[in-house]
C-alpha cells in the first residue's frame, strides 16, 4: 500500500545547527512529495513541494529532493533557528477518484534551542 | 481572505451525544477534506467532497457523517459521540490537482467523555 515514513522524534536542536529530518515513502505510480509544518495551536501549512523525479522544493531556508532511486524526500536546513521549533510532517499525495489524497507521516517535532 | 476557518475551535462532549463541525473557505476551492490527528499518527482522512452536493468515503469515515450543501461550506457530523473519536479535527481545501497544496483551517479539539 502507500505509506510514509519519518524519522522518530523529538528532534532537539540548537540554534545554528544543521537539520535533516528523514521521510521514505511506497507508493503505487508517481506520487507529488510535499513537506507540511504545524506550528503550535495552529493547522498546517504547506512547506515545500517536488511533483517528479530529482524535483527540489526549496522554501525558507529548507530543502528537499525528490530521489525516485531510494524513494526518500528528506528534508534539510543549513541553520536553524528557535523560530523554526514545530511538527514537520511528510506526505505523498495520489489521485483519489477525481480528488486529491495526502498520505502522512506521523510528524517530527523539532525543538529549537537558543 | 480568512482562508480556511473552523467552528468551535473546542468543544467536550458526553458519550452518546452529537455535534457538527463546521468548515468554510472563501478561496472558491472545488475540493473539501476532512482529516482527523491523532498521537504519533499523522493525520488521517475521514471525508472528502469533490464539488457542492458530493461528498465521499475516506479512510477512517465510522461514525462520521458529512455534507456539502454549499460550495463553501463542508460540514462533519458526529451522531453518537465516543471516546474513540476524542481527537483533533482539521479541514483542508484545494483545487482539483494532485500536485497543489491543500490549504488547512486551524482543527477543533474535540474531547468525549
Known amino acids: 500500500g502507500n505509506s510514509v515514513t519519518q524519522m522518530e522524534g523529538p528532534v532537539t536542536l540548537s540554534e545554528e545547527a544543521f537539520l535533516t529530518i528523514n521521510c521514505t515513502y511506497t507508493?503505487?505510480?508517481?506520487?507529488?512529495l510535499f513537506w507540511y509544518v504545524q506550528y503550535p495551536g495552529e493547522g498546517l501549512q504547506l512547506l515545500l513541494k517536488a511533483t517528479k523525479a530529482d524535483d527540489k522544493g526549496s522554501n525558507k531556508g529548507f530543502e528537499a529532493t525528490y530521489r525516485k532511486e531510494t524513494t526518500s524526500f528528506h528534508l534539510e536546513k543549513g541553520s536553524v533557528q528557535v523560530s523554526d521549533s514545530a511538527v514537520y510532517f511528510c506526505?505523498?499525495?495520489?489521485?483519489?477518484?477525481?480528488?486529491?489524497?495526502?498520505?502522512f507521516g506521523q510528524g517530527t517535532r523539532l525543538t529549537i534551542n537558543p | 481572505n480568512a482562508g480556511v476557518t473552523q467552528t468551535p475551535k473546542f468543544r467536550v462532549l458526553k458519550t452518546g451525544q452529537s455535534m457538527t463541525l463546521l468548515c468554510a473557505q472563501d478561496?472558491?476551492?472545488?475540493?473539501m477534506y476532512w482529516y482527523r490527528q491523532d498521537p504519533g499518527m499523522g493525520l488521517r482522512l475521514i471525508h472528502y467532497?469533490?464539488?457542492?452536493?458530493?461528498?465521499a468515503k475516506g479512510e477512517v469515515p465510522d461514525g462520521y457523517n458529512v455534507s456539502r450543501l454549499k460550495k463553501q461550506n463542508f460540514l462533519l457530523g458526529l451522531e453518537s459521540a465516543a471516546p474513540s473519536q476524542t481527537s483533533v479535527y482539521f479541514c483542508a481545501s484545494s483545487y482539483p490537482a494532485s500536485d497543489y497544496e491543500q490549504y488547512f483551517g486551524p482543527g477543533t479539539r474535540l474531547t468525549v467523555t
Open positions: 478561496m472558491n476551492h472545488e475540493y
Open positions: 507508493a503505487t505510480g508517481y506520487p507529488s
Open positions: 467532497s469533490v464539488g457542492e452536493g458530493t461528498t
Open positions: 506526505a505523498l499525495s495520489l489521485p483519489l477518484q477525481g480528488a486529491q489524497k495526502l498520505v
